[in-house]
């Protein structure tokens, strides 16, 4: 079954500090996987996405890691804000005909001054 | 520019009702698709339209679920005979293509609330 399964559910951290949000995957074949920030009651904003060639991707403060051979995803906050609380969404697609693209059930993440 | 927008933002509606959800995505994407959210869950697939090809319906959870893209470009998500198990966000998303490296652009969500 092609799932993917993000940790921690939550996360608390100080302003300024970093932190590291995990993602495993199971679907094959594998096509991409995308990293979104969620705002509360807002859609999903993409930050990240990596096909199977790519093992690092930045964008600003946030760096997303893809391990293809062990089918996991890493994605790297530093020196938190308190604009960065918000759900963190692992994506994976797979290439097979048709459409399949399965979202991670998220990180909370709070950010406390 | 304008992004994908949805309406309503909010819709209360009684268990038996048919409600009726709006998406306008970014104008020329070819791709639009149907998500919903339940609380605390990962976003769920429901329907994916690209260009003039049948969509592809396989997330539809029953057959009380139906969509519509006219012209290419606006999207009605219809639901009939509401349950409260349909209380959920529903999100959509366009993009120019479909797969990487298009990037799905969402749009707020519309808050459905069956009582």
Known sequence: KNQVEQ??????????????????????????????????GRGPVSLTI????????????YTATLDADTKQSSLHITASQLSDSA???CVVSSNTGGFKTIFGAGTR???KA | GAGVSQSPSNKVTEKGKD???RCDP??????????????????EFL???????????????????SAERTGGS????????????????YLCASSTGQGAPYEQYFGPGTRLTVT
């Not at chain 2, 329907?47 to 997330?59: E, V």
């Not at chain 2, 606006?74 to 966000?89: G, M, N």
Request: net charge neutral; hydrophobic share 30%; charged share 15%.
């Open chain 2, 47 to 65: 329907i994916y339209f690209q260009g003039n090809s049948a969509p592809d319906k396989s997330g539809l959870p029953s057959d009380r679920f």
């Open chain 2, 26 to 43: 970014i104008s020329g994407h070819t791709a639009l698709y149907w998500y919903r959210q339940s609380l605390g869950q990962g976003l």
């Open chain 1, 109 to 111: 993440l709070f950010v």
């Open chain 1, 87 to 89: 759900s963190y969404i």
């Open chain 1, 7 to 40: 940790s921690p559910q939550s996360l608390i951290i100080l302003e300024g500090k970093n932190c590291t949000l995990q993602c495993n995957y199971t679907v094959s074949p594998f096509s991409n996987l995308r990293w979104y920030k969620q705002d509360t």
């Open chain 1, 50 to 61: 990596m096909t199977f060639s790519e093992n690092t991707k930045s964008n600003g403060r």
């Open chain 2, 19 to 21: 409600v009726e959800l």
């Open chain 2, 74 to 89: 606006v999207s009605t998500l219809t639901i009939q005979r509401t349950q409260q198990e349909d209380s959920a966000v």
